[in-house]
């Protein structure tokens, strides 16, 4: 807050700008005062010499040409210390000036050793567990030359169709802000000149997540207040937690896309949240303006950095058309300067300035990368992040010795394991579930038959094949395959399915219209569940799915994710009870596409439908749905049972200076040990705009022995009541709330209290 005034003052008072009022780092600005205009843009340039995942149509040319004429500021897809070294040479001992080069890289969800996708770990609620996953990965991504980061991703996205929405913590603003700040945390450590921290970037900033229609790339156009109360949080959590930078969005925002918005990337950013790090582009962002209907090249780059975006990345608009703009009197020098300087401060906040070779040490990747310790890590995670969806019959833990028929296309396999955005893992190196399951009950009896390809539509199967075979094609005879399950489920005690989606069917560019099961495993599932032998269902995917008819099946569901390069012996740990299921779900599950998008903060509407479900005309429901979602937020099973009661506050008002404890007795109830994550939720019942239907406002993941009880308690103060009114203050207003404390969102109100004057 007192930044923000500082800064308002500055600009108000003194004419300075806001820069200004910051401390100036000498060996920066010594730096700048040598810099020509072409050396400055330089450093604005980003390319990639195409050694990574280039997700753009465009890789990047005559790298090291232009690295050795000053006029990149970064790469990425360069990774191994001698490689980093190498391009730091470049630019060290041939550039004018000799300034050392960020490395940037993906690390979505971990480095070499590749934890379950971000959707998945946001199921662990734990946000210990993130942070050290963060750490890991750091770790093992700095011993390898990087010392830049392009994660976490805190798109707040309530659209399955979305094939991102497997980046990102779910759908919820103050889950979503925990998992940001604890994922900042993790990357950049306490101090990151450390060679095992690198720095961190928030993206995409903005809204990205909310693209019409679930299409990726497409337009946003939302409401301020919807902006500030629902998707903005995770990006300012990031930022208050001290993200180094900030990537902008593909998308449009208000009529202008995020890339060229000055509103967003100033106003906001800089003025109002006090951001003092940098801002880059997605990649060839800054390009598609001209796509977007903005103008040309020249026109939109201006347009960026005049909006207060520092780094184009791999587009090259800045590095060919900004000396242009200055002579043209678009761009000032001075805009010029001040993002080679965002840039300067980075190199100089990671410890590059004093040693370019901070991060190419040789000796670093045998001990760092892909230790046991980090694989045990990740078995762990993605244990924490499987979510069991329905328990049918007491199947589940399964008996050491069981028989055991194991079927699906994704139970022997490693294709599909990493799950999207894992560029920097290896899927050769992950542990099939059939082989898990072997490792952890080496006396069970277990068969395997495929039953099913992935898909058996060619012409879908081919566009998901795009960065290579991780889907199968139907290959192989569906009636053979059938039958071969069949016959094996039939001769057994129990049936194991694993189903689902191949890793490209969800991530960038990776959106469906139809977010079932593919038909022919649903085939497969159904006739399972026919022989009548007591079924499990592992589900892989990389988005909430419609599973309504398999819900409605006698089975158990554990859902996984693509749980990452340990996923069979994590699936092992859990159907077998060495560790008892804690994840819940981050997003509703709807019961079609038809009710998307769809989250558990929704308004209540002049006209709410009925509680009982039932449909009543000129109310606001479905002719052909209940409103509710198949599966709420917060929802997910564990092989024991918990009961909640004794639900309450400590006092029926609150203070404007004091706080409130919210508590209530878990106890479990069933026959196993087990974790329960212990969610509170409030709803303000009358404020100046209309509030969300319930607000999650805190969670603990709490161990409890069979049997054992334990009191939950939440302190709640007017800070934690706060929202963003009709004009974009951030307030709380007296007057009554409602809460309870609950296993899963869809609980009924237990309680109230009052926030006094
Ligand atoms: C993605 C970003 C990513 C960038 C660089 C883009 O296509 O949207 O999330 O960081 O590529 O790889």
């Known amino acids: 807050m007192k930044k923000i005034y500082l800064s308002i003052f500055c600009i108000a008072f003194l004419g300075i700008s806001f820069l200004s009022a910051q401390e100036k780092i000498p060996q920066v600005e ?14 604005l340039n980003l390319l990639t010499p195409g050694g990574g995942v280039a997700t753009g149509s465009v890789v990047s040319e005559g790298v090291e040409a232009k690295i050795k004429a000053g006029k990149v500021g970064g790469v990425f897809g360069v990774s191994s210390p001698a490689k980093v070294r190498q391009a730091q040479e470049l630019a060290v001992k041939n550039s004018r000036l000799g300034i050392p080069l960020l490395i940037g890289s993906d690390v979505i969800h971990g480095y ?16 210990d567990l993130i942070k050290e996953g963060a750490q890991m990965a750091a770790k093992e991504a700095t011993a390898d030359g990087i010392n ?173 058309t900004l000396k242009k703009s200055v002579e043209d009197g678009l761009v000032s020098e001075d805009q010029i300067t001040k993002a080679a300087r965002r840039i300067l401060e980075a190199k100089h906040k990671i410890g590059l300035l004093d040693d370019p070779y901070l991060y190419s040490d040789e000796s670093r990747p045998e001990k760092d990368i892909l230790t046991e310790e980090n694989r045990s890590l990740a078995r762990k995670a993605a244990t924490r992040s499987f979510v069991l969806l329905k328990k049918h ?5 399964l008996a050491k010795d069981a028989n055991i028929a194991m079927i699906g296309p994704l139970a022997n396999n490693k294709n599909n ?8 893992g290896n899927p050769q190196l992950s542990v099939p579930i ?171 509407t002049g006209r709410p439908g009925p509680e009982s479900g039932e449909f009543q005309k000129f109310k606001s429901n479905y002719l052909d749905s209940p409103n509710t979602p198949l599966l709420p937020f917060g929802y997910g099973l564990s092989y024991t049972t918990f009961e909640y009661s004794d639900v309450k506050a400590s006092s029926k008002e609150l203070s404007a200076d004091g706080s409130i404890e919210l508590s ?32 999650l406002k805190g969670f603990q993941k709490i161990a409890l022995k069979k049997g054992e009880s334990k009191t939950v308690t939440f302190t709640i103060s007017p800070e934690d009541l706060k929202f963003y009114n009709y004009d974009i203050e951030y307030v709380y207003e007296p007057g009554e709330f409602e809460f309870f404390i609950a296993g899963s969102s869809d609980s009924e109100f237990a309680g109230t209290f009052t926030l006094k004057k």
Do not use: C
């Not at 070499?112 to 946000?127: N, R, V």
């Not at 109830?669 to 969610?679: L, P």
């Open 30 to 43: 010594e730096l700048l005062a040598k810099m020509t205009l072409e050396e400055k843009i330089g450093q």
């Open 112 to 127: 070499k050793t590749t934890y379950p996708i971000p959707l998945g770990l946001s199921a662990s609620w734990d946000m």
């Open 148 to 320: 830049w980061n392009f994660s976490p991703m805190v798109d707040i996205a309530r659209d399955p169709r979305w094939g991102r929405i497997a980046e990102g913590a779910g759908e919820d603003p103050y889950l979503g802000s925990q998992i940001a700040k604890a994922m900042v945390h993790g990357y950049q450590g306490e101090d990151l000149t450390q060679p095992h921290t690198m720095m961190a970037t928030v993206k995409h900033m903005a809204l990205y997540g909310a693209p019409e229609a679930g299409r990726d790339y497409n337009t946003v156009d939302m409401s301020r207040l919807k902006m500030f109360n629902e998707y903005l949080p995770p990006y300012k959590a990031a930022v208050d937690a001290g993200v180094g930078s900030v990537m902008t969005s593909f998308n449009d925002i208000d009529g202008i896309p995020a890339s060229g918005n000055k509103w967003l990337l100033t106003d906001l950013l800089r003025e109002r949240w006090g951001f003092e790090g940098f801002v880059v582009s997605d990649y060839t962002s800054v390009n598609e303006m001209i796509a977007h209907g903005l103008g040309d090249l020249q026109a939109v780059s201006a347009l960026a950095i005049n909006a207060g975006l520092d780094m184009d990345m791999v587009g090259e608009g800045f590095l060919t």
């Open 393 to 397: 019959n007491n199947t589940l833990p």
């Open 417 to 424: 394991m990493l799950g999207t955005w894992a560029p920097t």
């Open 434 to 604: 059939l082989e898990g399951l072997k490792n952890v009950a080496p006396n069970a009896n277990i068969t395997y038959a495929k039953g099913a390809n992935i898909s058996d539509d060619s012409t879908f199967a081919k566009k998901v094949n795009v960065f290579g075979e991780k889907i199968q094609i139907a290959d192989e005879s569906p009636e053979t395959l059938l039958k071969e399950a069949l016959d094996l489920a039939n001769a057994s005690d129990v049936v194991v399915a694993v189903v689902g989606e191949a890793t490209e069917m969800s991530g960038e560019a990776a959106s469906r219209t139809d977010i079932t099961i593919p038909d022919n495993q649903k085939k497969l599932i159904s006739e399972l569940a026919k022989t009548g032998k007591p079924l499990v269902l592992v589900l892989m995917s990389g988005r909430p799915l419609d599973i309504s008819e398999e819900m409605a099946l006698p089975v158990s569901i554990l859902q996984i994710w693509h749980p990452g390069v340990e996923a069979g012996n994590a699936v092992g740990d859990v159907l077998f009870g060495d560790y008892n299921p804690s994840g819940k779900l981050t997003n509703s599950w709807p019961r079609s596409v038809g009710q998307i998008p769809i989250h558990y903060r929704m308004k209540t």
């Open 664 to 695: 209530a007795t878990v106890t479990n109830t069933g026959n196993y040990d087990g974790e329960e994550i212990v969610q509170l939720y409030i709803r303000d019942v009358v404020r100046s705009v209309t509030p969300p239907g319930k607000e």
